[in-house]
T-cell receptor, first 114, second 113 residues
Framework: AQSVTQPDIHITVSEGASLELRCNYS??????LFWYVQSPGQGLQLLLK??????LVQGIKGFEAEFKRSQSSFNLRKPSVHWSDAAEYFC????????????FGAGTRLAVHP | DAGVTQSPTHLIKTRGQQVTLRCSPI?????VSWYQQVLGQGPQFIFQ???????GRGNFPDRFSARQFPNYSSELNVNALLLGDSALYLC????????????FGDGTRLSIL
C-alpha cells in the first residue's frame, strides 16, 4: 500500500544546531517527493521538491533534502536552525496512476530552544 | 499576485447541517485539490479537479462532493455533517493535474457542534 511515514512526532533543537527530519515512503515506482512547512493557523508552504536527477535538492529558507532510493527515504536537513523555523513539517509523495493524489505524512513538530 | 484564497476562514455548524467551502486558485492554475486536516494529523486528500472534471478522489464518503467552475474556482460541499468532520479544510492549486507543486491556501476551519 502507498504510505508516507515520518517517524518523529516532535523534535526539539537548540538555535544554531543542525536539523534532520526523517521521511520514508512506500511506493512501487519512482515517486515525486515534497516537503511542506505549516505555521500555526496557516496553510502549507512548499519548501522543496524532488522529481528526478540530482538526489540532493535545495529549497527555500536554507533547507535541503536527499532522496535515497535504496532506503525509500527523503530526509530534510538544515545546517543551522533559526528560532523562526519552529513549525510543523510534512513530507508528501505524489502517487500517479489511476487516481492521482498527494499523500502526506503525519508531520513532525519542530521546537527551537534559544 | 494573489495566492490561493479560501472562504470563509472559520465556520461553525451543527450535526446534520450542510456546508459549502469556496476556493479561488492562483491565476493561471487550472487544477484545484481539497484536503482535510484533522488536528494533529497530516492533510488527507479528498478531491482533485482539473479543467472542471474530477481527476482524483480520496477515501471519503459520498457526503463529500465538489465541483470546479469555468473560472477554475471550486466549491467543496459536505452534507449531513458529523462531529468527526471538524477539521481544517485546505485547498491547493497547481498548473496541471500531474505532479506539479501544489500551492495551498490558509484553509477554512470548520467546527461541528
Amino acid at each position: 500500500a502507498q504510505s508516507v511515514t515520518q517517524p518523529d512526532i516532535h523534535i526539539t533543537v537548540s538555535e544554531g544546531a543542525s536539523l534532520e527530519l526523517r521521511c520514508n515512503y512506500s511506493y512501487g515506482a519512482t515517486p515525486y517527493l515534497f516537503w511542506y512547512v505549516q505555521s500555526p493557523g496557516q496553510g502549507l508552504q512548499l519548501l522543496l521538491k524532488y522529481f528526478s536527477g540530482d538526489t540532493l535538492v535545495q529549497g527555500i529558507k536554507g533547507f535541503e533534502a536527499e532522496f535515497k532510493r535504496s532506503q525509500s527515504s527523503f530526509n530534510l536537513r538544515k545546517p543551522s536552525v533559526h528560532w523562526s523555523d519552529a513549525a510543523e513539517y510534512f513530507c508528501a509523495v505524489w502517487f500517479s496512476g489511476g487516481y492521482n493524489k498527494l499523500i502526506f505524512g503525519a508531520g513532525t513538530r519542530l521546537a527551537v530552544h534559544p | 499576485d494573489a495566492g490561493v484564497t479560501q472562504s470563509p476562514t472559520h465556520l461553525i455548524k451543527t450535526r446534520g447541517q450542510q456546508v459549502t467551502l469556496r476556493c479561488s486558485p492562483i491565476s493561471g492554475h487550472k487544477s484545484v485539490s481539497w484536503y482535510q486536516q484533522v488536528l494533529g494529523q497530516g492533510p488527507q486528500f479528498i478531491f482533485q479537479y482539473y479543467e472542471k472534471e474530477e481527476r482524483g478522489r480520496g477515501n471519503f464518503p459520498d457526503r463529500f462532493s465538489a465541483r470546479q467552475f469555468p473560472n477554475y474556482s471550486s466549491e467543496l460541499n459536505v452534507n449531513a455533517l458529523l462531529l468527526g468532520d471538524s477539521a481544517l479544510y485546505l485547498c491547493a492549486s497547481s498548473l496541471g493535474q500531474g505532479n506539479q507543486p501544489q500551492h495551498f491556501g490558509d484553509g477554512t476551519r470548520l467546527s461541528i457542534l
